[in-house]
């Protein structure tokens, strides 16, 4: 088979636009901007989002700009909230990303709900949802992995959902493989893993559950090598989402032999 010929059928679709790759990374925790540039490319990655209120992209006019690393010409670049503990502050983010961004509406809400596990607060979320939504944002919002919750925000009209797998950066890898499927199951918008993946089993993992994408920062920043963790990463999502759609066999308790006895000659 010839998988550069099938890869373009199966995009990735997020507010009516087609990525061809399923790898969304973040651009922080990097020694440098050409770090996170070499970094960006190894992973494939069409989608990187940047924290607003701790990256320049313009902001500071004197000082060196993650735009100029990561052209939008090349990328699409994802504002999010990071660092945002209630709606007002992340409602107030997101409208300073659409005005540096010649009116960007692409953005990732995430509402914090304490400094310690980063966990999302979901009521602001709700809140910060609604009101982007009603405003023309096209919202992608990081949430808890409550599938309840998941099909509300979907119903507010955010376009992706981003439950996370572990906590931000933990590195833990996929712990609720179970409420993953129910959201996945039940969801009509992308659903993008976002958080806990340490390695590229777990990206992998999170593909052959059946997610549209994974988005990662700290697995591949925090690497010794991040350059090569990200092509790991790249090659990963690839397998996962290959594995996923040729459908694994059923697990058995007992084995089953590759070249049955049925026929033999004798």
């Not at 599938?147 to 979907?154: D, F, G, M, V």
């Not at 990662?216 to 996923?244: C, E, S, W, Y």
């Amino acid at each position: 088979m010839n998988l550069k010929t099938t890869a373009p059928t199966d995009p990735l679709i997020i507010a009516g636009k087609s990525y061809g790759s399923r790898l969304l990374t973040g651009t922080g925790k990097y020694r440098d901007f050409d770090e996170t540039r070499a970094a960006s490319l190894a992973a494939g990655a069409e989608i990187v989002t940047v924290a607003i209120r701790r990256v320049n992209i313009g902001q500071d006019p004197s000082a060196p700009s993650l735009i100029d690393a990561l052209p939008p010409g090349e990328f699409t670049l994802l504002p999010n909230t990071a660092g945002c503990y209630n709606a007002a502050d992340a409602v107030r983010t997101c409208k300073l990303a659409r005005e540096l961004l010649d009116g960007h509406r692409l953005v990732k809400l995430e509402v914090l709900g304490d400094q310690k596990t980063l966990f999302p607060d979901v009521v602001e979320t709700l809140k910060a949802a609604e009101e982007l939504v009603a405003d023309g944002f096209e919202v992608m919002v990081y949430t808890s992995d409550d599938p309840i919750l998941a099909k509300r925000l979907e119903q507010i009209g955010c376009v992706a959902v981003m439950p996370l797998a572990a906590p931000i950066g933990s590195g833990l890898g996929i712990q609720n493989r179970y409420n993953l499927l129910e959201i996945i199951e039940n969801a009509k918008v992308p659903i993008i893993v976002d958080a806990g993946v340490g390695t590229a089993s777990d990206a992998a993992i999170a593909m052959e559950l059946g997610c549209d994408g994974v988005l990662m920062n700290t697995a591949i920043a925090g690497a010794r090598d991040p350059v090569l963790m990200a092509h790991a990463m790249k090659l990963a999502i690839q397998a996962g989402r290959a594995a996923f759609r040729a459908g694994r066999i059923p697990r058995k308790r007992y084995a089953s032999a590759s070249s049955p006895i049925d026929g033999t000659i004798g």
